[in-house]
């Protein structure tokens, strides 16, 4: 599991998310201007997708963002591809 501590200025409003070890339960901390918001959201079954390293840890945009709460794994959904020559 990725442990990192938190960087960047929490006023600014950008959302934190945090997922526990088991991976079945999401937080996400943000500022609002007025104060701070905790949402979390609790998997029944499967696990969210989550970076297995901390390289992988990355900026989210919104459309990342739904897809991760609907538990689609983006992170490995291309891997990069390599070629050689062959002749």
């Known amino acids: 599991m990725v442990e990192q ?3 960047g200025e929490p006023f ?3 959302i934190y998310m945090f997922c526990n070890k088991e991976r079945k339960l999401l937080k996400a901390v943000w500022w609002d201007r007025n104060g701070f918001w905790l949402c979390q959201k ?9 970076p ?7 900026k989210l945009s919104s459309e990342q963002l739904l897809i991760l709460l609907d538990g689609i794994d ?3 959904a ?6 050689k020559k062959v002749s």
Do not use: C, D, I, N
């Open 5 to 7: 501590q938190m960087s």
């Open 12 to 14: 600014s409003g950008s």
């Open 42 to 50: 609790r998997l029944e079954q499967e696990k969210f997708p989550w």
């Open 52 to 58: 297995q390293t901390t390289e992988a840890v990355q």
């Open 74 to 76: 983006f992170f490995r």
């Open 78 to 83: 291309h891997k990069t591809l390599y070629y």
